[in-house]
């Protein structure tokens, strides 16, 4: 039997618990798994090395790879370097004096290998390695998009003006109500390997993550959103616990409507969902019907705690949707 080939698209954290429930399925299921990164981020450390270095922000690269690295004990160790972060001189991560304060050891070690090796696909498959990846990291195009949203209400003493909020960070911390989103440029160039393992998948996975700028951008990738339609593979879409400051005022049904939005052409073939966070299920079946899917219900949030997916949890239900015909 050969691999089942999932591709699973996002950025940051949601991307990363997708890609460790990816993991836990993989055994039982033969899973070839093919991250597709966002690559907007221009906060925190990221967007220093972005400013200063040019190139591709390495931060939602680096957590795919760490989500996606090897259980033996050397490469536990090496996924460990990757994820920290240097303190300042005074203990202070954001002591700006100091060079290194707030950055990770794996957005450097990234940035290193593209810069040596001349190609990010290079450099992701070569840190792959190191950290003996069960699956593959890609960026959804070679080259760094800025994220620009026109929000209403940004402004609370103007709380029925829409303006232009520019950049990652800015859109993932508004106050306001999110209208539309684009890309600078607005038409990147797609990543050619991302185009091609979509075009193969048997799976695409959509969330859980930040909708409008970990998850919508690959949408707004004309290459890549064209790749998408055409593929044969069935499409899964996993819907978040909560509400973010970016979504604030959107329902998870208006969630599945924002998809439809920026891709009129997608089709979705199962919506997974948590049974508590989704509350009265009709609206939001409604709206994966819409989509041509069927809403999946399952316990997927850690027990304790603010709203987190459980990577174990998550993976348990994904078994039964990922497998279903195999």
């Known amino acids: 039997m050969t691999p089942m080939r999932v591709v699973a698209f996002g950025g940051g954290h949601g991307l990363s618990v997708c890609l460790r429930a990816l993991r836990r399925c993989a055994p039982e299921l033969d899973l070839d798994i093919t991250?597709?990164?966002?690559?907007?981020?221009?906060?925190?450390?990221?967007?220093?090395?972005?400013?200063?270095r040019g190139g591709l922000p390495p931060g939602d690269l680096r957590q795919a790879l760490v989500a996606l690295a090897g259980d033996h004990p050397a490469t536990r160790r090496s996924a460990g370097l990757f994820q920290y972060r240097f303190a300042g001189t005074a203990g202070d991560p954001a002591d700006t004096d100091d060079g290194l304060a707030?950055?990770?050891?794996?957005?450097?070690?990234?940035?290193?290998?593209?810069?040596?090796?001349?190609?990010?696909?290079?450099?992701?498959?070569?840190?792959?390695?190191?950290?003996?990846?069960?699956?593959?990291?890609?960026?959804?195009?070679?080259?760094?998009?800025?994220?620009?949203?026109?929000?209403?209400?940004?402004?609370?003493?103007?709380?029925?003006?829409?303006?232009?909020?520019?950049g990652q960070h800015q859109v993932a911390v508004t106050t306001g109500r999110v209208e539309s989103l684009r890309l600078t440029p607005t038409a990147p160039a797609a990543c050619a390997e991302a185009v091609a393992a979509t075009?193969?998948?048997?799976?695409?996975?959509?969330?859980?993550?930040?909708?409008?700028?970990?998850?919508?951008?690959?949408?707004?990738?004309?290459?890549?959103?064209?790749?998408?339609?055409?593929?044969?593979?069935?499409?899964?879409?996993?819907?978040?616990?909560?509400?973010?400051?970016?979504?604030?005022?959107?329902?998870?049904?208006?969630?599945?409507?924002?998809l439809r939005h920026y891709l009129p052409e997608l089709t979705v073939d199962a919506v997974l969902a948590d049974s508590k966070a989704v509350g009265d299920p009709g609206p939001v079946e409604r709206a994966a019907e819409s989509l041509g899917a069927r809403l999946v219900l399952a316990p997927v949030a850690v027990t304790e705690g603010g709203p987190r997916h459980d990577p174990a949890a998550l993976g348990a239900a994904l078994v039964p949707v990922l497998g279903a015909d195999r």
């Open 199 to 258: 075009a193969e998948a048997d799976w695409l996975i959509f969330g859980p993550g930040s909708w409008y700028t970990s998850l919508l951008p690959h949408l707004l990738v004309p290459g890549l959103a064209a790749a998408i339609v055409a593929s044969p593979a069935r499409r899964l879409v996993t819907l978040n616990l909560a509400a973010e400051k970016e979504t604030l005022g959107l329902s998870l049904a208006d969630h599945l409507a924002t």
């Open 102 to 166: 707030g950055h990770a050891v794996g957005n450097l070690v990234l940035c290193g290998l593209i810069e040596l090796l001349g190609d990010p696909v290079a450099a992701l498959e070569h840190a792959g390695a190191m950290l003996g990846a069960v699956g593959r990291v890609l960026p959804m195009s070679r080259q760094p998009v800025g994220i620009e949203a026109r929000v209403r209400g940004v402004d609370p003493a103007c709380p029925g003006e829409a303006r232009t909020v520019r």
């Open 35 to 52: 991250a597709v990164v966002t690559v907007g981020d221009d906060g925190g450390s990221s967007g220093r090395l972005r400013a200063r």
